[in-house]
């Protein structure tokens, strides 16, 4: 017995790390920045967010125009990131993504990594490059590029002609984990993408908006080591 009490104690810190933190209140976007396209007939105009972004009965709501994103005031580095997202029934062409490690300029898009979320297609990845055009970089197997992309952004996730999202309507949920240059993507429950060796390691997160309307909820994130 005696050598029980040393063990409970180096345990308990555990617990504690364990626990999720949420981004987003389910009331307002306290916490979130807004970055919107200006009309190309009006460039120097500002959208008003309002117009974009809204909160209904604890959830997120996107109406998916203006193209941009709402992103965290904060960076983060090393995590568990959990949200859930559904499109409406009756959506056309739905798209949207999360942006991973954003940093650098505000504008659409930002350099980033992007867990796509467009119907079908959930679970791969877009490098979002930086003011100059730098691409940010990500150690992938080469069958998983997507060779008809000329510029070298996308690339598809694992076993990309497998089912892992849900009906339209129905909640989906990631998980992603980013630790150094490595991230993690899962789908309801399926992994659907690893990556190792990325350039970008730490930026704000984001959530698009992509010509279709979208929601989101119970965002959530974890710190680990």
Known sequence: MRHLLPLLLVA?????????????????????TFTLRPPKDKPDSKPD???????????????GKPNGYIATEKEYGDYVL??????PKDVQNPKSGVLLHVTGEDRVWPNSIE??????????LWLNADKAGKLPTLDLPAEQKDVANKDGRHYFRLNKDAKVEKE????????????????????????????KGGSLTKGRIALQSEGSPIEFKDIEIRAIK
């Open 82 to 87: 959990k949200l859930k997202w559904r499109f």
């Open 168 to 195: 339209f309507g129905e909640w989906n949920q990631y998980e992603l984990t980013c630790r150094g240059g490595a991230i993690t993507l899962v789908v309801n429950g399926t992994k659907a993408n690893a990556t």
């Open 49 to 63: 967010p309002k117009e974009t972004w809204g909160v209904k009965d604890g959830v997120l709501v996107c109406t």
């Open 12 to 32: 308990a810190p555990a617990l504690a790390d364990d626990k999720f933190t949420p981004l987003f209140n389910g009331k307002d976007t306290t916490g979130w």
């Open 115 to 124: 867990a796509q979320l467009n119907a079908g297609f959930a679970g791969d």
